[in-house]
């Protein structure tokens, strides 16, 4: 099946400091979504998009559809502590046996220092 | 509003015994997914359901591992018999098809450990 590859794999910053991480792919997605995992818990939902080119902000967050449709891009603006956690870049992709079904990346794991 | 439920939180089984995790989705969404979570795989989807119906089925992993959907309220996801590979987080999920059937609720997920 389709993969995504998410960069950078974990990343160390200090609080107050812009964050940026991307998901790229070699076959094109039509929607793209960001989930951030807390640790013990579900992945939560930050951000959904749906058009190539589309910017979209919730809160500090703001993701990005790239034009080329192959990947995408969160940034994390005056991170904060209660920033830390898993990351996740996810598209839906042809499972092969009729349907779609949501493939998530590997993650990027933010750690903030106070 | 209740989110995704899920139970047990925490499963300790020992191999060959059978296991059943359980999910009520979120009240009025019609599609429930069953995903896995591991360290080598990441997030991995093994069963999702249409209106009670299950739709696709390709990422179960063997015939060890079985879901149901007998009502838009509960499903469950068994395993019998048990292996130690089967250890893992797992997670159900639902959504609704006109609020974008890929923005999928989590629920908090089921650890299982089995010896």
């Known amino acids: 099946g389709q993969q995504l590859n998410q960069s950078p794999q974990s990343m160390f910053i200090q609080e107050g400091e812009d964050v940026s991480m991307n998901c790229t792919s070699s076959?094109?997605?039509?929607?793209w979504l960001w989930y951030k995992q807390d640790p013990g818990e579900g992945p939560v939902l930050l951000i959904a998009?749906?058009?190539?080119?589309e910017l979209t902000s919730n809160g500090r967050l703001t993701a990005q559809f790239g034009i080329t449709r192959k990947d995408s891009f969160l940034n994390i603006s005056a991170s904060i502590p209660s920033d830390v956690g898993i990351y996740f870049c996810?598209?839906?992709?042809?499972?092969?046996?009729?349907?779609?079904?949501?493939?998530f990346g590997k993650g990027t794991k933010l750690s903030v220092i106070p | 509003d209740a989110g995704v439920i899920q139970s047990p939180r925490h499963e300790v089984t020992e191999m060959g015994q059978e296991v059943t995790l359980r999910c009520k989705p979120i009240?009025?969404?019609?599609?429930l997914f069953w995903y896995r979570q591991t360290m080598m795989r990441g997030l991995e989807l093994l069963i999702y359901?249409?209106?009670?119906?299950?739709?696709?089925d390709s990422g179960m992993p063997e015939d060890r591992f079985s879901a149901k959907m007998p009502n838009a309220s509960f499903s469950t996801l068994k395993i019998q018999p048990s292996e130690p590979r089967d250890s893992a987080v797992y997670f159900c999920?639902?959504?609704?098809?006109?609020?974008?059937?890929?923005?999928?609720?989590f629920g908090p997920g089921t650890r299982l450990t089995v010896t």
């Open positions: 999920a639902s959504s609704l098809r006109a609020g974008g059937v890929y923005e999928q609720y």
């Open positions: 076959s094109i997605f039509n929607t």
């Open positions: 998009l749906y058009k190539a080119g």
């Open positions: 996810a598209g839906p992709s042809y499972s092969g046996a009729g349907s779609y079904q949501l493939t």
């Open positions: 009240s009025g969404h019609d599609y």
């Open positions: 359901f249409n209106n009670n119906v299950p739709i696709d």
